[in-house]
């Protein structure tokens, strides 16, 4: 039986559990990188291809009551560019860190997919062979 997401057997595909994990976000973090001032609670807000990597657009978040975040002005955003070549040196960092495989970040499992009805799914990492280990080049 085949599902539909990236054609790949039911049976391989996890699906997600109430406390879904949370994932790094390599664009953040290499965007962070950039900056020459950083702010800890800095985040992205849009994006867009260009050539050599993306536009990257973010400022300084605050928490809303609701639970999403809340960004500063239009004004007052930073834009930066973010190469394919920033974004793996932030994987070799955290590679180098902690010893853990940057795709499923140790947990063996790498993200899937998502749908609207059944979440998000899960799979056996292919980059670190399930083992949540870095892999050396």
């Not at 953040?28 to 260009?50: F, G, I, Q, R, Y």
């Not at 994987?91 to 009805?117: F, L, M, P």
Request: proline letters at 4%; charged letters at 30%; glycine letters at 8%.
């Amino acid at each position: 039986m085949s599902d539909t997401l990236f054609d790949m057997p039911t049976e391989t595909v996890a699906e997600s559990k109430p406390d879904e994990r949370k994932r790094k976000d390599w664009l953040n973090l290499a965007a962070m990188a950039k900056l020459t001032n950083p702010d800890p609670t800095w985040h992205w807000c849009s994006w867009e291809s260009v050539n050599g990597g993306q536009s990257v657009k973010g400022s300084a978040t605050t928490e809303k009551k609701s639970g999403g975040m809340k960004w500063l002005p239009k004004s007052e955003h930073d834009t930066v560019i973010v190469s394919d070549a920033d974004l793996q040196a932030q994987r070799d960092k955290y590679e180098a860190e902690t010893g853990n495989c940057s795709e499923c970040e140790g947990t063996k499992e790498q993200w899937a997919g998502w749908n609207h009805e059944t979440g998000h799914k899960w799979k056996p990492c292919t980059k670190c062979g399930a083992t949540g280990k870095a892999v050396r080049a």
